[in-house]
């Protein structure tokens, strides 16, 4: 369980990288950024 919760937070600096900013206009707006980073990992 640590491992996955590790990767997960490394998959979310990842990702914020290459976002290339960590600031959302809302929460809306980051609660789907994750279930987006989610369904890339579980795929």
Do not use: C, I, N, P
């Amino acid at each position: 369980m640590e491992q996955s919760h590790h990767r997960f937070k490394k998959a979310v600096d990842q990702a914020l990288l290459l976002r290339g900013r960590r600031d959302f206009s809302s929460v809306e707006e980051y609660a789907k950024f994750l279930q987006e980073l989610m369904y890339v990992m579980l795929s």
